[in-house]
Nanobody, 121 residues
């Protein structure tokens, strides 16, 4: 059974940092990504990593502030978030795809339960 378990969310002041983790079990994936959803808004792409080569892609809104990385041995993906802004406040979701996925949420097959990130001004 596939499971994606996220951790690391919380409350932080603007300018601060958080690191999210997503531990995957049940199978390996070609792509793992992070999305977020703020109240009243659509779920939006944040970042993704292609597992085999380690290539990454980011949304323009987080480029230069967030870093996605992986730990092959732990089958875990991380999202290091620096210089956080109040507009980064959202529920963050880990997603995994059996194949090569893009920024489209429809290209992912599995989702975590989400973790809340709140950035105060």
């Amino acid at each position: 059974q596939v499971q994606l378990v996220e951790s690391g969310g919380g409350l932080v002041q603007a300018g601060g940092s958080l690191r999210l983790s997503c531990a995957a079990s049940g199978r390996t994936f070609s792509t793992m990504g992070w999305f977020r959803q703020a109240p009243g808004k659509e779920r939006e792409f944040v970042a993704a990593i292609w597992w085999s080569v380690g290539s990454t892609v980011y949304a323009d809104s987080v480029k230069g502030r967030f870093t996605v990385s992986r730990d092959n041995a732990r089958n875990t993906v991380y999202l290091q978030m620096n210089s956080l802004k109040p507009e980064d406040t959202a529920v963050y979701y880990c997603a995994a795809a059996r194949g090569v996925a893009t920024a489209s949420k429809n290209s992912y097959d599995y989702w975590g339960q989400g973790t809340q990130v709140t950035v105060s001004s």
